[in-house]
């Protein structure tokens, strides 16, 4: 027995293996459907942008698009077929180098986008992944595949872009609009393509009862991320992702709905006994007040004390009186009123619970005649989480909620979503495709914008990393200095050497990865002083000596080099032995030449001020819990909220760095004082998903109370 696995076959035999030859083939025929699909969409993508910009900048870029096309393909292809020749290759030993390049802004938002596509697939692919790995790793007889080795996995898959994007000239804003369709595209071609490469490795007797332990999930996050990684479709080609918890809830929701208006209903008050008004009718009604909103609901858009439910009937009843489809005693059907109320909701909630502008709350609330049509047409909108005029929401919410048009690029931001909701307004006429195209456009554009802000992110975690290793070596040079200055008394010049020199010293060398050995080296020498220090105390007067050498060393790292250093030496030689004389000593260093050198140990404190906190013990468990991308509605001295972002958690002090929507940093605190804040009110933990599905999570809740009531 050779020892392979039962279907494993030598590397050296795959090249004129038909089963390898053909996952090989059928790999390359659906990717590279893929890339074609992706270049249309970059060409469709520069030709609309290219009616907006009169410099002609995007039709050149089409042009030159279009000119590479072919080169794009070969060279992706051509990364393909090396990847699949190194699966046959024997495993290479790798060591691990550690190499450090200054990247450009534009370089690192490349790297930034390929990242983001290999994270999304892997998120999004992990258990087809973890199947197909493990029986490729049968088919070349090892027991597993390196990390990235899969010809047809994800990092395979960016590394041909990336190898194909650098082939030729190419803007850096359409390279990572191009990422991102690619990534877009992949989310779904791969699915068949694992799914078929699977079912054929199976058959042919490679591992063919495996089963997966990661499961299959939807990429998703607080701010619906998922929603920008994944291509719109209609309800229709979304049937099969609504969920029995969505049907369950929705029905639940409906069913509290008419139970609350029965309840409500005036006594004796009977429904049906006027004129209904049919579809069509509502539909011209609706198109009236969406064409001209009137002040009432404006008023209501802005200082949200009203239902907006309530108005929008009212308002839609009276226009349809005004087209004369009805008396006084018109009513809506029971379905037509759990559109208008669960929208009229829908709306209330999301403008009530969001921090938005006062400007953006009429903007958005403009909105609400169109999600009624869509709700009076198609109830599958609050079923199917990816309809599209969900998704728009979602898009618009997340674009504007803290969004105060402080920065160039927040107005900016501000001012393409007036675009979008201008555009709805005057354009829709009951088909949901155009929801589609302005949230494709809309998530476009805050592509580009999510890529600045998430270089921000990693320049404020950087920062507060380097802060606490900072923090970090400071307090351990302290403390190990704190203890030998504790137990003796020393010579001004010997206690300003420790405490100012020594401790920046040993600073810079607990900065520098890996130099334990020099840092003890230089406690050992610091003790040898002292021992000489103690020994002039007791009056024995030789032989001092001690470790010039390493002192220079000392000295040099706070700027005091040459003859001011030798006089340095020379001072502590000399307070030596006037103390071992008996004699006190009146001697000094020089001041430090660095900046920031402390003059004096600092006091240590426990992070944060935790011992004076007023928390909750098991909210600060709670709070230590949190992960990286939870979202949090801060509350500052004046009253004003703000949304706020977990970016980073240190792995030095376990704070936490929050960030606002520019990728700012915003706050640094620990779980302790995270709990403090919530107990003072200034702190609440936002709920994930998207906005859509929080807001009707709330209305649940809401109609819950009320009948409780």
């Known amino acids: 027995m050779n020892g392979m696995l039962p279907g494993a076959q030598p590397a050296q035999a795959l090249e004129r293996n038909p089963l390898f030859e053909e996952i090989r083939k059928s790999a390359l025929e659906r990717l590279g459907l893929a890339h074609e699909a992706v270049m249309r ?74 990242e983001q596509m290999v994270d999304g697939l892997l998120r999004r692919h992990a258990a087809s992944l973890e199947l197909l790995e493990q029986r490729l ?32 000239e190419l803007s850096t804003g359409l390279r990572i609009a191009m990422y991102k369709f690619m990534e877009r ?26 089963l997966p332990t990661a499961p299959a999930r939807e990429p998703q996050s607080a701010t619906s991320t998922a929603d920008a990684g994944h291509p719109a479709g209609h309800p229709e080609q979304s049937a099969g992702e609504a969920t029995a918890q969505d049907q369950a809830l929705f029905s639940s929701l409906v069913g509290m709905l008419q139970s609350w208006r029965q309840h409500v209903m005036p006594a004796g008050a009977t429904r049906g006994n006027g004129a209904q008004l049919a579809v069509p009718e509502l ?71 969001r921090d938005f502008e006062p400007g953006i709350r009429r903007k958005i609330g403009r909105m609400l005649v169109p999600f009624v049509k869509v709700a009076v047409k198609d109830r599958r909108m609050f079923v199917y989480k990816r309809h599209p005029a969900r998704r728009f929401l979602n898009a618009v919410a997340e674009a504007c909620e803290g969004n105060h048009g402080d920065a160039p690029q927040e107005k900016e931001m501000l001012e393409h979503v007036d675009a979008s909701i201008d555009r709805l307004v005057a354009e829709f ?14 998530r476009g554009f805050m592509t580009q914008q999510r890529l600045r802000v998430e270089i921000a992110e990693r320049r404020a975690a950087e920062t507060q990393r380097g802060r606490e290793r900072l923090e970090a070596a400071r307090a351990r040079a ?56 103690d020994q002039a105390a007791q009056g024995i007067v030789e032989p001092l000596q001690f470790d010039r050498s390493g002192l220079l060393e000392i000295l040099a790292s706070s700027g005091c080099v ?32 660095v900046p920031g050198a402390p003059a004096a140990p600092p ?107």
């Open 478 to 533: 302290a403390g190990d200095i704190g203890v030998r200055l504790s137990t003796r008394q020393l010579p001004a010049v010997l206690e300003q050497l420790l405490s100012g020199y020594a401790i920046h010293h040993l600073t810079q060398l607990a900065l520098r990865g890996g130099t334990d050995v020099a840092y003890a080296n230089v406690l050992a020498m610091l003790d040898g002083l002292l021992h000489v220090s």
């Open 603 to 709: 006091v240590l404190e426990v992070v944060g001020g935790r011992d004076q906190l007023d928390y909750d013990p098991d909210v600060a468990e709670r709070m230590r819990g949190l992960a990286v991308d939870t979202w949090v509605q801060l509350t500052g001295e004046s009253g004003r909220g703000e949304p706020a972002k977990i970016s980073w958690i240190s792995p030095i002090s376990s704070r936490f760095l929050f960030v606002n929507r520019r990728g700012a940093r915003v706050l640094v605190a620990s779980a302790e004082e995270l709990a403090a804040m919530e107990k003072a009110g200034r702190l609440q933990v936002r709920p994930s998903g998207s906005a859509f599905d929080n807001a009707l999570q709330q209305i649940v809740g809401k109609l819950q109370t009320k009948m409780a009531a």
């Open 283 to 353: 539909m011209s009604a609706l198109s009236l007040l969406q064409r001209e909103t009137p002040e009432m609901l404006e008023q209501a858009f802005s200082d949200g004390g009203m239902s907006l439910g309530d108005l929008l009937r009212r308002e839609v009843l009276a226009g349809a009186r005004r087209l004369g489809m009805g008396g006084d005693d018109l009513n809506l059907s029971t379905i037509q009123e759990d559109a208008v109320d669960l929208v009229g909701m829908l709306f209330d909630v999301l403008l009530d619970e």
């Open 185 to 210: 595209e992949l989310a779904t071609a791969l699915t068949p393509l694992y799914d078929r490469v699977n079912a054929r490795l199976g058959d042919a007797g490679i591992l063919p009862r495996l």
């Open 41 to 114: 969409q970059t060409d469709d993508y520069l030709f609309d942008r290219s009616a907006n910009n009169a410099d002609g900048a995007e039709l050149t870029a089409l042009r030159d698009l279009r000119r590479a096309r072919a080169r794009l393909w070969q060279v992706f292809e051509r990364s393909l077929d090396d990847a699949f020749s190194a699966l046959l290759r024997e495993p290479e030993a790798t060591v691990a180098r550690h190499v450090l390049n200054l990247l450009s802004e534009d370089a690192l938002e490349e790297q930034l986008a390929s």
């Open 137 to 168: 790793a049968v088919l070349v007889d090892r027991s597993a595949l390196a990390t990235g080795s899969n010809p047809i996995g994800p990092a395979a898959l960016a590394k041909a872009m990336r190898e194909s994007l650098a082939s030729v």
């Open 562 to 593: 040459q003859a001011p250093a030798e006089a340095a030496i020379e001072a502590i030689a000399r307070s030596l032995s006037q103390v071992a004389s008996a004699g006190a000593s009146d001697l000094s260093l020089p001041e430090p030449m």
């Open 429 to 442: 006429n009951e088909d949901v495709a155009i929801f589609e195209v302005l949230e494709q456009e809309l």
